[in-house]
C-alpha cells in the first residue's frame, strides 16, 4: 500500500547540482524520511533524514551542500545537492519509517520500513 519513486538523477560534472525528488504514497505524515546513498562495493549510507516536524539530520560528508526538504501538500521529499563531487556518485534511495530521525541515526540507519528504487547519480570531474 505504500510506495516511493525517486526521480531526478542523471550525469553532471564536479561543482554542478541536481535535484532529487521522491514521489510518495499511502505513508502516514509522522513518518520520517531518509535519503540513502550507495557506491558500488560499498554498503548503503545515510544521507539525510527530516522528520514529521521537518527537523533534519545530516552526514558530516554534505553538511553545507546538501539540503533534504518535503512538501507534504505534494506528498514528495526532496534532496538538493549542491557543489557535487565525484565521491557523491551512487545509487541515492529514499526510504521511510514511523521512527524519528534520531532514532534511525541512533539504529545505524538499519531497518527502515519502505525503500524506493533508486535513482542514479553520476558526477564527473
Known amino acids: 500500500q505504500v510506495h516511493l519513486v525517486e526521480s531526478g538523477g542523471g550525469w553532471v560534472q564536479a561543482g554542478g547540482s541536481l535535484r532529487l525528488s521522491c514521489a510518495a504514497s499511502?505513508?502516514?505524515?509522522?513518518?520520517?524520511m531518509n535519503w540513502f546513498h550507495q557506491s558500488p562495493g560499498k554498503r548503503r549510507e545515510g544521507v539525510a533524514c527530516i522528520d514529521s516536524d521537518s527537523s533534519t539530520t545530516y552526514a558530516d560528508s554534505v553538511k553545507g551542500r546538501f539540503t533534504i526538504s518535503k512538501d507534504n501538500a505534494k506528498n514528495t521529499l526532496y534532496l538538493q545537492m549542491n557543489s557535487l563531487k565525484p565521491e557523491d556518485t551512487a545509487v541515492y534511495y529514499c526510504?521511510?519509517?514511523?521512527?524519528?530521525?534520531?532514532?534511525?541515526?541512533?539504529?545505524?540507519?538499519?531497518?527502515?520500513?519502505?525503500w524506493g528504487q533508486g535513482t542514479l547519480v553520476n558526477v564527473s570531474s
Open positions: 499511502g505513508l502516514a505524515r509522522t513518518y520520517s
Open positions: 526510504a521511510a519509517d514511523r521512527r524519528s530521525c534520531s532514532s534511525v541515526v541512533a539504529a545505524r540507519y538499519l531497518h527502515l520500513e519502505v
